[in-house]
């Protein structure tokens, strides 16, 4: 079983910058992908990025060039550097870990708004 504690979300006005964290602890074999996904006020969940355990990074287009993922293998936690953020990135930031299953975490909120 795999818990995942996800920290850094909050409020921002627009071109400012927050940094997601996530956390896996618990019982369970390799990490093999993590990444982060969104779901904004009336919108399907996306995804944003995701990095591999060799450190390949993918981003979804409206993020790509503003956002940073990355991971540190040996604390087992994944983090979002967001810059330059938009009101249309408010949304529930979600973590996901796959260890042969898909674990997700609980979800933290990032508001963009003046």
């Known amino acids: 079983q795999v818990q995942l504690v996800e920290s850094g979300g909050g409020s921002v006005q627009p071109g400012g910058s927050l940094r997601l964290s996530c956390a896996a602890s618990g019982s369970f074999f390799s990490i093999s992908l993590m990444g982060w996904y969104r779901q904004g006020p009336g919108k399907e969940r996306e995804l944003v990025a995701t990095v591999t355990a060799r450190g390949s990074a993918n981003y979804a287009d409206s993020v790509k060039g503003r956002f940073t993922i990355s991971r540190d293998n040996a604390k087992n936690t994944v983090y979002l550097q967001m810059n330059s953020l938009k009101p249309e990135d408010t949304a529930t930031y979600y973590c996901?870990?796959?260890?042969?299953?898909?674990?997700w975490g609980q979800g933290t909120q990032v508001t963009v708004s003046s």
């Open positions: 996901k870990v796959v260890s042969r299953l898909n674990y």
